[in-house]
């Protein structure tokens, strides 16, 4: 579709569970971005890496692992999640992290914690 | 400091009629300035841009934005709206010359186009 591919579409998983969701991209950016989207709130950037190096993490709660072993995979690691973190996590790229020709968007991965 | 506000969290408009979707923004230099459009459980889609250049952009599925300088603003706009245009729509700002490094998005605006 856009060229940011992520799985799995929808997960449901307890709070005592690990899990990970994925994000794959190749459109040759060299930028990428976890955000959390909740209903009736403003999308939460949560982690961005560029060239595999991570450049910013906005205060994440460690229960929150990102990792991005090259420039077209990115992964967030899950574990002990809490109801609170059910979201959709959306992953983006950009050709550099200064985004100047905005960000190519997945589909996200509707996340439910029970 | 960059932001970006929306000011209507909703916005109805009946089929056929033009629509407009406010956007101001904050930046302390130039702005680079996006729309996207978000349709239910999917990601955010790109629609059109503003850089530099003419002030009236126009992106994808006809819509389109200007931007005015002396009133921060890059209002998203369609003179005919459809009933598959009902979706979430996003501003997003980046200050050029500032030091934040990511686009800064609004909270988000529900389009709904009445039959």
């Known amino acids: 579709e856009t060229g940011v591919t992520q799985t799995p579409r929808h997960l449901v998983m307890g709070m005592t569970n690990k899990k990970s969701l994925k994000c794959e991209q190749h459109?040759?950016?060299?930028?990428m971005y976890w955000y959390k989207q909740s209903a009736k709130k403003p999308l939460e950037l949560m982690f961005v890496?560029?060239?595999?190096?991570?450049?910013e993490n906005n205060s994440v709660p460690s229960r929150f692992s990102p990792e991005c072993p090259n420039s077209s995979h990115l992964f967030l690691h899950l574990h002990t999640l809490q109801p609170e973190d059910s979201a959709l996590y959306l992953c983006?790229?950009?050709?550099?992290?200064?985004?100047?020709?905005?960000?190519?968007f997945g589909s996200g991965t509707r996340l439910t914690v029970v | 400091a960059q932001s970006v506000a929306q000011p209507e969290d909703q916005v109805n408009v009946a089929e056929g009629n033009p629509l407009t979707v406010k956007c101001t923004y904050s930046?302390?230099?130039?702005?680079?300035l996006f729309w996207y459009v978000q349709y239910p459980n999917r990601g955010l889609q790109f629609l059109l841009k503003?850089?530099?250049?003419?002030?009236l952009v126009k992106g994808s599925y006809g819509f389109e934005a200007e931007f005015n300088k002396s009133q921060t603003s890059f209002h998203l706009k369609k003179p005919s709206a459809l009933v598959s245009d009902s979706a979430l729509y996003f501003c997003?700002?980046?200050?050029?010359?500032?030091?934040?490094?990511?686009?800064?998005f609004g909270s988000g605006t529900q389009l709904t186009v009445l039959p």
């Open positions: 997003a700002v980046r200050d050029i010359y500032g030091s934040a490094r990511q686009l800064t």
């Open positions: 459109l040759g950016h060299n930028a």
């Open positions: 983006a790229s950009s050709q550099d992290y200064r985004g100047g020709d905005g960000y190519t």
């Open positions: 890496y560029s060239l595999e190096e991570r450049v």
């Open positions: 503003y850089i530099t250049g003419d002030n």
């Open positions: 930046v302390s230099g130039n702005p680079y």
